[in-house]
């Protein structure tokens, strides 16, 4: 056996940490110290990983470490299907520790709980020190939000966002905020209406490159049985190609994002959307330099105040607060469950094969792309599992397991707190609860389904507002002490009993039909 080989620092890197401006790497140097990285099957498989969500991973990795070694730096890469791979992240480490005996293990502080816990039982077991560093790559720290939540009966976004627009000055004249109002979501909720969304700005797309090909064929025959397709694999794996798409989405999307932002339409997987969320949590761009692009064209008079900080609100704000929240409340967090929702996720959620038009078809380009946008996520998909009754640890699971973006500090609470209301308030205010007619309203989803959106009962009632109906009554006691659901309360309060048990049926036999 070699002896291991002595180096000062082992900076592990992982899948969501690609940014060489990372805390990590501070103070490293090529002669002393060394990075490691490691692909490994636990990380698709302890929830069922899509193949566009693996495949954006581990391509992007490669692309990082590619990048690394140009810099003459020494990598300590584990390819997927190398000989002798462990199949997870801590016997991968444990490996290569024997090889090479570090005075240190650095690394930034990861994106997932389990991650780092694993990571810290190695670094005990062979008695090395693991310095985990705060990530930089945020405005924000764990400890200034938990300093904000101190002593706060409830925790909001909007007084941390402000907070950080203070901090940040984005979107600020002195102290006051530009426009004269902190946010404009009355303004940011329009639909295309009949006409439809009309000529669309062309996605940002990139043909695979040879890396990604590979990567792409090891998927396919590795994660065979996984979910989806990478037919239509395009997504930006590299620094220079995330840059490329957040200078098309400003120059083209950014001008109509607040208006539409809420917006859906059958077919159009794309819209007005930026497409960033995976390139900003693989750490391919930088939040600041997101912002500052978008507030840019603000002040150039390219893009309106209102589709400028909806945009800067999602990740100032949004993103920061929900990192918050995980790393405050983890890891008891995954196990709320405050409406006992015990129901198993429909097996279509995995196919598509539906025939209520909105879900198949969030569910198809989900399956087909790795991508939703947030309403097609909140108010389609959700909503559904919500009103249904499914357990939000499946929920949770399946939406971790098939976004391009999804990493567990910003998918979690986002899936567990905002959509399934399963930490009881936590995290928002009310339920997100809704009946088809929302759809109705949002898109033209309904045109083409055979249910009809504004009925309950009936061989033709909408799931969703059958559900919808159900929901509320089933849960009228608990609802009833939030003052934000009284008016929903009040019309449901206007139902007969004799309506209310048909409805209460009609639930009861979609639940059949669904879970047999």
Request: charged letters at 20%; aromatic letters at 10%.
């Amino acid at each position: 056996m070699k002896p291991p080989i002595s180096i000062r620092h082992l900076v592990i890197v992982l899948g969501d940490q690609l940014d060489e401006d990372a805390s990590a790497f501070t103070d490293f140097d090529p002669q002393q110290d060394a990075v490691w990285m490691a692909e490994v099957d636990e990380e698709s498989t302890h929830v069922v990983s899509a193949k566009q969500r693996t495949t954006v991973f581990l391509s992007a990795m490669r692309h990082f470490a590619a990048a690394l070694r140009n810099q003459h730096w020494r990598v300590d890469y584990t390819e997927l299907d190398a000989p002798n791979n462990p199949g997870n992240l801590a016997a991968a480490l444990a490996q290569s520790l024997a090889q090479q005996r570090p005075s240190k293990l650095i690394m930034t502080a990861p994106g997932e709980w389990r991650v780092l816990q694993s990571l810290r039982a190695v670094a005990a077991a062979q008695g090395l020190v693991l310095e985990v560093r705060d990530d930089t790559h945020f405005f924000s720290t764990v400890r200034e939000f938990t300093a904000h939540a101190a002593g706060r009966k409830q925790i909001r976004l909007e007084y941390f966002y402000r907070e950080l627009r203070l901090k940040t000055g984005l979107l600020m004249d002195g102290k006051k905020p530009v426009g004269g109002q902190w946010n404009f979501d009355a303004e940011n909720r329009g639909s295309f209406g009949k006409n439809g969304p009309g000529l669309l700005p062309a996605p940002t797309r990139f043909a695979p490159d040879e890396i990604t090909q590979q990567v792409m064929a090891l998927v396919n025959k590795r994660f065979a049985h996984h979910p989806g397709s990478l037919d239509s694999f395009a997504w930006p794996v590299t620094r220079t190609q995330a840059l490329q798409a957040l200078d098309e989405f400003v120059a083209h999307r950014l001008p109509s994002f607040g208006l539409y932002q809420d917006a859906m339409w059958e077919g159009e997987v794309w819209l007005y959307h930026s497409h960033l969320a995976s390139a900003l949590n693989l750490k391919l761009l930088n939040p600041r330099e997101v912002c500052q692009a978008a507030v840019k064209a603000y002040e150039d008079g390219h893009a309106p105040l209102e589709a400028v900080e909806g945009f800067v609100r999602q990740v100032l704000g949004w993103r920061e607060y929900v990192r918050g929240i995980y790393w405050t409340q983890m890891p008891g967090y995954v196990d709320l469950n405050t409406t006992n929702a015990q129901a198993d996720l429909p097996a279509f959620f995995w196919t598509g094969d539906t025939d209520m038009a909105c879900l198949r078809d969030a569910i198809s380009q989900t399956l087909n792309h790795g991508y939703a946008h947030h309403i097609q996520r909140l108010m389609v998909t959700g909503l559904y599992a919500l009103l249904l009754g499914v357990n939000p640890k499946q929920v949770h699971a399946w939406y971790l397991g098939v976004y391009v973006d999804a990493v567990e500090w910003v998918e979690l609470p986002n899936t567990l707190g905002m959509s399934q209301f399963a930490d009881g308030g936590l995290m928002a205010s009310k339920p997100y609860l809704a009946s088809g007619k929302y759809i109705d309203r949002m898109s033209n989803h309904c045109k083409g389904c055979r249910y009809k959106p504004a009925e309950s009962t009936g061989n033709d009632a909408c799931p969703f507002t059958t559900l919808y109906w159900d929901y509320l009554n089933r849960h009228a006691d608990s609802l009833a002490k939030n003052p934000r659901m009284l008016m929903q309360l009040k019309n449901l309060n206007r139902l007969t009993p004799a309506q209310k048990d048909a409805i209460a049926a009609k639930a009861q036999q979609h639940r059949g039909f669904v879970q047999p």
